[in-house]
T-cell receptor, first 115, second 110 residues
């Protein structure tokens, strides 16, 4: 199994630009989670999907953030416009509902730097 | 509000020097407590799930224990390859997502 795949691994952009992060979950997993990690705040849940449907987006910081899951094998997290305070590592994780949803498998993350 | 506090923030051990990491939590009905390991530049990796007070899980040099208010991750005779950040997370009853602590950064010196 290839594990959770994220792209790009690193992204450097200018303030005001649109940023799109991509995630491919593990095949057969029906939950997908987007997290943001910073030194100050630790690992924060932004949004999660079940069977491609958004269940809880209360962690999305502002309307500048949006996430989609058009099918079971692909999800995107978009920031438009980006700001320097969005700089962080963004993780995607997936899990199977037949096991505890706490047993999540994380991707390698995307390190975002907004200048 | 569900909360997780981990201590210490950082821990430096000599190789072979056993110690424990603490995870204190407040949650409205615990469904599960999870330990993850995170290496620099990588995503968290699942280690253990504990469901009820008194439960213990072991994996190599690591043993996780659970009480009604906290969990401990005991590291016996650590090696340099155990150096990582260890994250604790709780899941409340119902369909609530995980709440993570900020982690303990462990360094094991040869």
């Amino acid at each position: 199994d290839a594990g959770v795949i994220q792209s790009p691994r690193h992204e450097v952009t200018e303030m005001g630009q649109e940023v799109t992060l991509r995630c491919k979950p593990i095949s057969g997993h029906d939950y997908l989670f987007w997290y943001r990690q910073t030194m100050m705040r630790g690992l924060e849940l932004l949004i999660y999907f079940n069977n491609n449907v958004p269940i809880d987006d209360s962690g999305m910081p502002e309307d500048r953030f949006s996430a989609k899951m058009p099918n079971a094998s692909f999800s995107t997290l978009k920031i438009q416009p980006s700001e320097p305070r969005d700089s962080a590592v963004y993780f995607c994780a997936s899990s199977r509902s037949t096991t505890s949803r706490g047993t999540q498998y994380f991707g390698p993350g995307t390190r975002l730097t907004v200048l | 509000e569900d909360q997780v506090t981990q201590s210490p923030e950082a821990l430096r051990l000599q190789e072979g020097e056993s110690s424990s990491l603490n995870c204190s939590y407040t949650v409205s009905g615990l469904r599960g407590l999870f330990w993850y390991r995170q290496d620099p530049g990588k995503g968290p990796e699942f280690l253990f799930t504990l469901y009820s007070a008194g439960e213990e899980k072991e994996k190599e040099r690591l043993k996780a224990t659970l009480t009604k208010k906290e969990s401990f991750l005991h590291i016996t005779a650590p090696k340099p390859e155990d150096s990582a950040t260890y994250l604790c997370a709780v899941q409340a009853s119902g369909n609530t997502p995980l709440v993570f602590g900020k982690g303990t950064r462990l360094s094991v010196i040869a």
